[in-house]
């Protein structure tokens, strides 16, 4: 009886501890959704409980939330899609799948912001990579124009 016990004590805490990790990330597009753009307005937009999706999805990455950009037409509005992301979170491994959107597939992608708190990918700000990127090009662009 008292391995019964233990063992119920075991699996309580183990389910305790996992749910204890679990984070909850706004899911929407700026095209289904226009609350979910730039101006975020969280009122009528749906989450995502993280754990659930990553039973879906390959195992052993641990999910954080993700804010992605992409821009067509310098100037035109962009596009925002908020969701649970599974891929390597550090800032050095930062590789946000930076292919066409399936929703905007003309459109490019502009960078990505990841955060790892409930709620947390309501940021309206690009990550410095792509800036960091765009003014290394025109740096070098500059350069060759003088040679």
Same mark, same amino acid.
């Given at each position: 009886?008292?391995?019964?016990?233990?063992?119920?004590?075991?699996?309580?805490?183990?389910?305790?501890?996992?749910?204890?990790?679990?984070?909850?990330?706004?899911?929407?597009?700026?095209?289904?959704?226009?609350?979910?753009?730039?101006? @975020?307005? /969280?009122?009528?937009?749906?989450? &995502? !409980?993280?754990?659930?999706? *990553?039973?879906?999805? =390959?195992?052993?990455?641990?999910?954080?939330?993700?804010?992605?950009?992409?821009?067509?037409?310098?100037?035109?509005?962009?596009?925002?899609?908020?969701?649970?992301?599974?891929?390597?979170?550090?800032?050095?491994?930062?590789?946000?799948?930076?292919?066409?959107?399936?929703?905007?597939?003309?459109?490019? @992608?502009? /960078?990505?912001?990841?955060?790892? &708190? !409930?709620?947390?990918?309501? *940021?309206?700000?690009? =990550?410095?990579?792509?800036?960091?990127?765009?003014?290394?090009?025109?740096?070098?662009?500059?350069?060759?124009?003088?040679?």
């Amino acid at each position: 009886m008292a391995m019964m016990a233990a063992l119920s004590s075991l699996f309580l805490l183990v389910t305790l501890a996992s749910s204890a990790r679990a984070i909850t990330c706004y899911e929407c597009d700026s095209v289904n959704n226009p609350g979910c753009g730039e101006r @975020f307005a /969280g009122d009528d937009i749906s989450t &995502t !409980d993280c754990d659930v999706v *990553a039973n879906m999805r =390959s195992l052993g990455a641990e999910a954080t939330c993700l804010t992605k950009y992409h821009e067509g037409m310098p100037g035109d509005t962009r596009f925002v899609r908020r969701s649970c992301y599974f891929g390597d979170a550090s800032p050095i491994g930062i590789s946000c799948d930076d292919g066409p959107d399936p929703v905007v597939p003309f459109m490019n @992608f502009l /960078g990505c912001t990841l955060c790892n &708190t !409930d709620l947390c990918n309501t *940021a309206a700000t690009l =990550s410095t990579l792509p800036l960091v990127s765009a003014l290394s090009l025109l740096g070098l662009l500059i350069l060759l124009a003088n040679v």
